[in-house]
């Protein structure tokens, strides 16, 4: 069957430290691969595109990765900072049309703790 | 800067009610979606548009309708609230196959 998965524990780091998120998925063969960011209670927000080509991406202190033999991405942020707490969401589009009709991971809590 | 907006964000309505979700979107997108969010659930597709009065079903479209009779406005209907409709609903548009804004969401309470 088809999933994506990322890690449901809450992933605690100290401030500075650089924070590495994982979503992993199976049967799928997307052209891209998008991280979000989800504050509590809001709707979530567009960070970073990663494209099947593409083995890295950076955007200030994040950094993506896409590695399509392993079928995972990684997000990483460095020199983290109590302001990146929050839920971290990474989606694809399972048949590429470009209507973006996204599948979500269910994401992963980071808390980063001064 | 691109903004959604959605009706309310909260919303207690009682088992039974038809229920009306708005959002509107200012950026003239083609494509606009609802979602509902449930803990360990995700996110999940309930609809989607591609153009006026056009629509498509998601992963979950049981017990929701939509209308989209002008660009900006996708509409989310329960037909009948059911408890099990409790959850958080979010609307989303885009342009591209690039990035989707998301609206704050709609908490909505089904007593």
């Known amino acids: 069957s088809q999933k994506i998965e990322q890690n449901s524990e809450a992933l605690n780091i100290q401030e500075g430290k650089t924070a590495t998120l994982t979503c992993n998925y199976t049967?799928?063969?997307?052209?891209?691969l998008q991280w979000y960011r989800q504050d509590p209670g809001r709707g979530p927000v567009f960070l970073l595109l990663i494209r099947e080509n593409e083995k890295e991406k950076r955007k200030e202190r994040l950094k993506v990765t896409f590695d399509t033999t392993l079928k995972q991405s990684l997000f990483h942020i460095t020199a983290s900072q109590p302001a990146d707490s929050a839920t971290y969401l990474c989606?694809?589009?399972?048949?590429?049309?470009?209507?973006?009709?996204?599948?979500f991971g269910t994401g992963t809590r980071l808390l980063v703790s001064p | 800067d691109v903004k959604v907006t959605q009706s309310s964000r909260y919303l207690v309505k009682r088992t039974g009610e038809k229920v009306f979700l708005e959002c509107v979107q200012d950026m003239d997108h083609e494509n606009m979606f609802w979602y509902r969010q449930d803990p360990g659930l995700g996110l999940r597709l309930i609809y989607f548009?591609?153009?006026?009065?056009?629509?498509e079903k998601g992963d979950i479209p049981e017990g929701y309708s939509v209308s989209r009779e002008k660009k900006e406005r996708f509409s989310l209907i329960l037909e009948s609230a059911s408890t099990n409709q409790t959850s958080m609903y979010l609307c989303?548009?885009?342009?591209?196959?690039?990035?989707?804004?998301f609206g704050p969401g709609t908490r909505l309470t089904v007593l």
């Open positions: 548009s591609y153009d006026v009065k056009m629509k």
């Open positions: 989606a694809l589009d399972p048949l590429n049309t470009g209507f973006q009709k996204l599948v």
């Open positions: 049967n799928y063969s997307p052209a891209y």
């Open positions: 989303a548009s885009t342009i591209e196959a690039d990035t989707q804004y």
